[in-house]
Protein backbone atom coordinates (compact mmCIF):
# COMPACT_ATOMS: atom_id res chain seq x y z
CA UNK A 1 0.00 0.00 0.00
CA UNK A 2 1.53 3.66 -1.18
CA UNK A 3 0.00 6.78 -0.05
CA UNK A 4 0.13 7.97 -3.95
CA UNK A 5 -3.10 5.19 -3.91
CA UNK A 6 -4.56 6.69 -0.82
CA UNK A 7 -7.47 9.68 -0.95
CA UNK A 8 -6.06 11.53 2.55
CA UNK A 9 -9.45 12.54 3.14
CA UNK A 10 -10.29 9.09 4.11
CA UNK A 11 -8.16 10.04 7.01
CA UNK A 12 -9.89 13.34 7.62
CA UNK A 13 -13.28 11.08 8.35
CA UNK A 14 -11.21 8.31 10.42
CA UNK A 15 -10.45 11.25 13.03
CA UNK A 16 -13.75 12.92 12.93
CA UNK A 17 -15.92 9.45 13.50
CA UNK A 18 -13.19 8.81 16.16
CA UNK A 19 -13.40 12.19 18.10
CA UNK A 20 -17.16 12.62 17.74
CA UNK A 21 -17.96 9.15 18.25
CA UNK A 22 -20.57 8.09 15.65
CA UNK A 23 -20.75 9.04 12.01
CA UNK A 24 -23.66 11.07 12.74
CA UNK A 25 -21.89 13.69 15.02
CA UNK A 26 -18.99 13.03 12.30
CA UNK A 27 -21.35 14.41 9.15
CA UNK A 28 -22.22 17.57 11.11
CA UNK A 29 -18.66 18.16 12.07
CA UNK A 30 -17.56 17.34 8.35
CA UNK A 31 -20.80 19.09 6.46
CA UNK A 32 -21.06 16.16 4.80
CA UNK A 33 -23.91 13.85 3.90
CA UNK A 34 -24.08 9.83 5.96
CA UNK A 35 -23.56 7.82 3.27
CA UNK A 36 -20.78 9.80 1.81
CA UNK A 37 -19.24 9.47 5.14
CA UNK A 38 -20.32 5.57 5.69
CA UNK A 39 -18.89 5.35 2.20
CA UNK A 40 -15.39 6.35 3.53
CA UNK A 41 -15.42 4.15 6.25
CA UNK A 42 -16.28 1.25 4.08
CA UNK A 43 -13.23 1.88 2.31
CA UNK A 44 -11.30 2.25 5.55
CA UNK A 45 -12.35 -0.59 6.23
CA UNK A 46 -11.15 -2.75 3.23
CA UNK A 47 -8.09 -0.85 3.60
CA UNK A 48 -7.21 -1.79 6.78
CA UNK A 49 -8.87 -4.93 6.41
CA UNK A 50 -10.53 -4.31 10.09
CA UNK A 51 -13.48 -3.01 11.21
CA UNK A 52 -12.15 -0.31 12.83
CA UNK A 53 -15.51 0.90 14.52
CA UNK A 54 -17.93 -1.38 16.56
CA UNK A 55 -21.35 -0.05 17.47
CA UNK A 56 -21.74 -0.38 21.17
CA UNK A 57 -24.64 1.46 23.10
CA UNK A 58 -25.77 4.00 20.44
CA UNK A 59 -21.31 4.58 20.67
CA UNK A 60 -18.92 3.15 17.69
CA UNK A 61 -16.36 2.08 20.10
CA UNK A 62 -12.85 2.09 18.12
CA UNK A 63 -11.01 -1.14 17.69
CA UNK A 64 -7.37 -1.97 18.84
CA UNK A 65 -6.25 -1.48 15.34
CA UNK A 66 -7.79 2.32 15.02
CA UNK A 67 -6.53 2.95 18.73
CA UNK A 68 -3.16 1.89 17.71
CA UNK A 69 -3.63 4.31 14.39
CA UNK A 70 -4.87 7.55 15.68
CA UNK A 71 -2.33 8.94 17.21
CA UNK A 72 -0.11 8.95 13.78
CA UNK A 73 -3.11 9.97 11.64
CA UNK A 74 -3.67 12.96 13.75
CA UNK A 75 0.01 13.93 14.06
CA UNK A 76 0.10 13.53 10.05
CA UNK A 77 -3.08 15.10 9.98
CA UNK A 78 -1.95 18.74 11.86
CA UNK A 79 1.22 18.78 10.21
CA UNK A 80 -0.32 19.34 6.80
CA UNK A 81 -2.53 21.45 8.39
CA UNK A 82 0.07 23.74 10.21
CA UNK A 83 2.05 23.35 6.49
CA UNK A 84 -0.86 25.32 4.87
CA UNK A 85 -1.06 27.66 7.77
CA UNK A 86 2.56 28.93 7.39
CA UNK A 87 2.19 29.27 3.73
CA UNK A 88 -0.55 31.23 4.66
CA UNK A 89 0.86 33.25 7.31
CA UNK A 90 -1.45 34.47 10.40
CA UNK A 91 -1.92 38.21 10.64
CA UNK A 92 -3.56 38.66 13.60
CA UNK A 93 -4.57 42.49 11.91
CA UNK A 94 -5.82 40.82 8.76
CA UNK A 95 -6.40 37.52 9.02
CA UNK A 96 -10.28 36.12 10.09
CA UNK A 97 -10.10 33.03 12.75
CA UNK A 98 -11.88 31.26 15.14
CA UNK A 99 -10.31 29.94 18.31
CA UNK A 100 -11.94 27.51 20.79
CA UNK A 101 -10.49 27.92 24.15
CA UNK A 102 -11.84 24.80 26.42
CA UNK A 103 -12.12 27.08 29.83
CA UNK A 104 -14.75 26.17 32.88
CA UNK A 105 -17.37 28.59 34.63
CA UNK A 106 -15.11 30.17 37.18
CA UNK A 107 -12.37 31.76 35.16
CA UNK A 108 -14.93 32.42 32.18
CA UNK A 109 -16.14 36.23 32.80
CA UNK A 110 -13.01 37.63 34.14
CA UNK A 111 -10.47 36.10 31.69
CA UNK A 112 -12.48 36.75 28.72
CA UNK A 113 -12.84 40.46 29.97
CA UNK A 114 -8.88 40.55 29.89
CA UNK A 115 -8.35 38.88 26.87
CA UNK A 116 -11.31 40.83 24.58
CA UNK A 117 -9.40 43.92 25.97
CA UNK A 118 -6.77 42.97 24.77
CA UNK A 119 -6.84 41.83 21.57
CA UNK A 120 -10.28 43.71 20.23
CA UNK A 121 -7.57 46.45 18.39
CA UNK A 122 -4.72 44.38 17.16
CA UNK A 123 -7.26 41.42 16.56
CA UNK A 124 -10.72 42.72 14.84
CA UNK A 125 -11.51 39.75 12.90
CA UNK A 126 -10.43 36.90 15.44
CA UNK A 127 -13.63 35.50 17.31
CA UNK A 128 -13.35 33.52 20.59
CA UNK A 129 -15.16 30.86 21.54
CA UNK A 130 -15.07 29.14 25.08
CA UNK A 131 -16.50 25.54 25.43
CA UNK A 132 -17.06 23.40 28.61
CA UNK A 133 -15.10 20.79 27.69
CA UNK A 134 -15.10 17.38 30.12
CA UNK A 135 -12.01 16.50 31.30
CA UNK A 136 -11.55 12.76 30.50
CA UNK A 137 -12.26 14.08 26.84
CA UNK A 138 -9.58 16.95 26.77
CA UNK A 139 -6.66 15.41 25.54
CA UNK A 140 -8.62 14.01 22.64
CA UNK A 141 -10.30 17.55 21.62
CA UNK A 142 -6.85 18.88 21.54
CA UNK A 143 -5.66 16.33 19.94
CA UNK A 144 -8.15 16.57 17.28
CA UNK A 145 -8.26 20.17 17.42
CA UNK A 146 -11.68 20.71 18.30
CA UNK A 147 -9.80 22.88 21.01
CA UNK A 148 -7.29 24.80 20.39
CA UNK A 149 -6.38 25.35 23.76
CA UNK A 150 -7.60 24.82 27.37
CA UNK A 151 -7.17 26.72 30.46
CA UNK A 152 -7.99 23.83 33.71
CA UNK A 153 -6.34 22.70 37.04
CA UNK A 154 -3.50 20.46 36.77
CA UNK A 155 -4.66 17.54 35.04
CA UNK A 156 -2.78 13.80 34.04
CA UNK A 157 -2.51 14.07 30.70
CA UNK A 158 -0.04 12.22 28.15
CA UNK A 159 3.34 14.01 26.98
CA UNK A 160 1.10 14.85 23.91
CA UNK A 161 -0.39 17.63 25.89
CA UNK A 162 2.23 20.49 26.86
CA UNK A 163 1.21 22.62 29.84
CA UNK A 164 1.96 25.34 31.37
CA UNK A 165 1.15 27.10 34.65
CA UNK A 166 -1.01 30.70 33.65
CA UNK A 167 -2.97 31.76 36.95
CA UNK A 168 -2.82 31.26 40.53
CA UNK A 169 -6.16 32.30 42.56
CA UNK A 170 -6.37 32.82 46.13
CA UNK A 171 -9.26 31.46 47.81
CA UNK A 172 -11.44 34.60 49.76
CA UNK A 173 -14.56 34.82 51.31
CA UNK A 174 -17.72 36.80 49.89
CA UNK A 175 -20.47 38.35 52.48
CA UNK A 176 -22.74 40.38 51.08
CA UNK A 177 -22.06 44.03 51.89
CA UNK A 178 -24.39 45.03 55.13
CA UNK A 179 -24.25 41.45 56.53
CA UNK A 180 -25.29 41.64 60.13
CA UNK A 181 -22.51 39.24 61.38
CA UNK A 182 -19.69 40.99 59.52
CA UNK A 183 -17.89 44.15 59.85
CA UNK A 184 -14.09 44.42 59.08
CA UNK A 185 -13.22 41.25 60.17
CA UNK A 186 -14.05 37.27 59.76
CA UNK A 187 -12.98 34.86 62.19
CA UNK A 188 -12.79 30.96 61.98
CA UNK A 189 -15.58 30.45 64.54
CA UNK A 190 -17.80 33.17 62.42
CA UNK A 191 -17.36 31.44 59.33
CA UNK A 192 -18.58 27.80 60.52
CA UNK A 193 -21.43 29.29 62.37
CA UNK A 194 -22.71 30.61 59.19
CA UNK A 195 -24.15 28.92 56.22
CA UNK A 196 -22.62 28.74 52.49
CA UNK A 197 -23.41 28.76 49.29
CA UNK A 198 -20.93 25.84 47.34
CA UNK A 199 -20.50 26.05 43.76
CA UNK A 200 -19.64 22.37 42.14
CA UNK A 201 -20.78 20.69 39.23
CA UNK A 202 -20.50 17.26 41.01
CA UNK A 203 -23.55 15.47 41.53
CA UNK A 204 -21.88 13.55 44.03
CA UNK A 205 -18.77 13.96 46.32
CA UNK A 206 -16.95 16.96 47.66
CA UNK A 207 -15.97 20.58 46.36
CA UNK A 208 -12.69 21.74 45.97
CA UNK A 209 -13.28 23.79 49.09
CA UNK A 210 -14.66 20.46 51.06
CA UNK A 211 -12.31 18.27 50.28
CA UNK A 212 -9.83 20.47 52.11
CA UNK A 213 -11.59 21.39 54.79
CA UNK A 214 -12.01 17.55 55.59
CA UNK A 215 -8.44 16.95 55.44
CA UNK A 216 -8.34 20.08 58.24
CA UNK A 217 -11.00 18.20 60.20
CA UNK A 218 -13.88 21.06 59.22
CA UNK A 219 -17.30 20.88 58.46
CA UNK A 220 -19.40 23.50 57.53
CA UNK A 221 -22.65 23.92 56.90
CA UNK A 222 -23.77 24.48 53.16
CA UNK A 223 -27.67 25.60 52.61
CA UNK A 224 -27.08 25.41 49.13
CA UNK A 225 -25.07 23.71 46.39
CA UNK A 226 -25.40 25.27 42.83
CA UNK A 227 -23.73 24.97 38.85
CA UNK A 228 -22.57 28.50 38.74
CA UNK A 229 -20.85 31.44 40.32
CA UNK A 230 -23.17 34.13 38.85
CA UNK A 231 -26.02 32.32 40.59
CA UNK A 232 -24.12 31.96 43.99
CA UNK A 233 -23.30 35.25 44.16
CA UNK A 234 -26.67 36.83 43.21
CA UNK A 235 -27.79 34.87 46.50
CA UNK A 236 -24.97 35.60 48.61
CA UNK A 237 -25.34 39.43 47.84
CA UNK A 238 -29.40 39.02 49.09
CA UNK A 239 -28.66 36.67 52.27
CA UNK A 240 -26.69 36.12 55.38
CA UNK A 241 -24.72 33.05 53.58
CA UNK A 242 -21.16 33.11 52.72
CA UNK A 243 -19.43 32.12 49.76
CA UNK A 244 -16.20 30.35 49.50
CA UNK A 245 -14.55 30.73 46.37
CA UNK A 246 -11.36 31.73 44.04
CA UNK A 247 -10.70 35.45 44.13
CA UNK A 248 -12.38 36.39 40.52
CA UNK A 249 -15.61 34.80 41.53
CA UNK A 250 -17.34 38.39 42.42
CA UNK A 251 -16.81 39.10 38.57
CA UNK A 252 -19.58 37.79 37.60
CA UNK A 253 -21.86 40.42 39.48
CA UNK A 254 -22.65 43.70 37.52
CA UNK A 255 -22.53 45.45 40.57
CA UNK A 256 -19.72 43.64 42.25
CA UNK A 257 -19.47 46.61 45.28
CA UNK A 258 -22.90 44.91 46.24
CA UNK A 259 -20.50 41.96 48.03
CA UNK A 260 -17.90 42.02 50.75
CA UNK A 261 -14.50 39.70 50.22
CA UNK A 262 -12.53 38.63 53.49
CA UNK A 263 -9.77 36.30 53.59
CA UNK A 264 -10.47 32.92 54.14
CA UNK A 265 -9.80 32.15 57.71
CA UNK A 266 -8.62 28.34 57.25
CA UNK A 267 -5.51 27.20 55.09
CA UNK A 268 -6.94 26.56 51.93
CA UNK A 269 -4.41 25.95 48.69
CA UNK A 270 -5.25 28.19 45.95
CA UNK A 271 -6.45 27.69 42.36
CA UNK A 272 -3.42 27.04 40.18
CA UNK A 273 -4.42 26.54 36.39
CA UNK A 274 -2.54 25.64 33.87
CA UNK A 275 -2.93 26.33 29.84
CA UNK A 276 -3.03 23.40 28.04
CA UNK A 277 -2.08 22.67 24.12
CA UNK A 278 -1.62 19.57 21.57
CA UNK A 279 2.27 18.64 21.07
CA UNK A 280 0.79 19.06 17.05
CA UNK A 281 0.32 22.52 17.61
CA UNK A 282 3.47 23.46 19.17
CA UNK A 283 5.50 24.79 16.54
CA UNK A 284 2.02 26.59 14.86
CA UNK A 285 2.67 30.56 14.90
CA UNK A 286 -1.32 30.90 15.02
CA UNK A 287 -1.70 28.81 18.25
CA UNK A 288 1.69 30.59 19.74
CA UNK A 289 -0.14 33.44 19.30
CA UNK A 290 -3.39 32.79 21.12
CA UNK A 291 -0.85 31.21 24.16
CA UNK A 292 0.80 34.51 24.42
CA UNK A 293 -2.30 36.25 24.53
CA UNK A 294 -4.06 34.35 27.34
CA UNK A 295 -0.72 34.44 29.54
CA UNK A 296 -0.72 38.16 29.14
CA UNK A 297 -4.43 38.59 29.82
CA UNK A 298 -3.60 36.30 32.79
CA UNK A 299 -0.81 38.50 34.32
CA UNK A 300 -3.24 41.20 33.85
CA UNK A 301 -6.03 39.87 35.94
CA UNK A 302 -3.38 38.83 38.76
CA UNK A 303 -2.19 41.73 38.84
CA UNK A 304 -5.86 43.05 39.50
CA UNK A 305 -6.65 41.00 42.12
CA UNK A 306 -7.60 42.79 45.01
CA UNK A 307 -4.74 44.85 46.11
CA UNK A 308 -2.32 41.34 46.99
CA UNK A 309 1.17 42.99 47.51
CA UNK A 310 4.37 41.48 48.52
CA UNK A 311 2.64 38.59 50.05
CA UNK A 312 1.10 40.11 53.10
CA UNK A 313 -2.36 40.91 54.07
CA UNK A 314 -3.01 45.16 53.20
CA UNK A 315 -6.44 47.06 52.93
CA UNK A 316 -7.42 46.71 49.63
CA UNK A 317 -7.48 49.32 47.07
CA UNK A 318 -11.36 50.35 46.26
CA UNK A 319 -11.72 48.44 42.40
CA UNK A 320 -14.80 48.88 40.16
CA UNK A 321 -17.12 49.89 43.21
CA UNK A 322 -16.40 46.57 44.93
CA UNK A 323 -16.16 47.06 48.73
CA UNK A 324 -13.73 44.88 50.38
CA UNK A 325 -12.25 45.07 54.15
CA UNK A 326 -8.48 43.29 53.46
CA UNK A 327 -7.00 42.16 50.76
CA UNK A 328 -6.05 38.38 50.26
CA UNK A 329 -3.21 36.64 51.51
CA UNK A 330 -0.48 35.95 49.12
CA UNK A 331 0.20 32.13 48.78
Not at 54 to 61: E, I, L
Not at 114 to 142: C, F, G, K, Q
Not at 179 to 198: A, S, W
Not at 253 to 274: D, K, R
Amino acid sequence: MHVRDIDLNLFVVFDAIYSEGGVSRACIRLNLTQPAVSHALGRLRAMFNDPLFVRRHHVMTPTPLARQIITTVRQALNGLETTLTHTDRFDPAKTPKRFVIGLRNNLEAPMLSALVNRISAVAPLVEIATVRSERNNLERELAAGTLDVAIDTLLPLSAEVRRERILTEHIAVFARRDHPDLRTRLDKKTYLRLEHVCVTSRRSGLSFEDFQFQRLGIKRTVRLQCQNFATACHVVSRSNMLLTASESAASVLEQPGLLQCFPCPFPISPHVNYLYWHATAEGDTTNQWLREQLQAAAKLLAGSQFGRKNGRVARAKPRAGFSSPTAIAAE
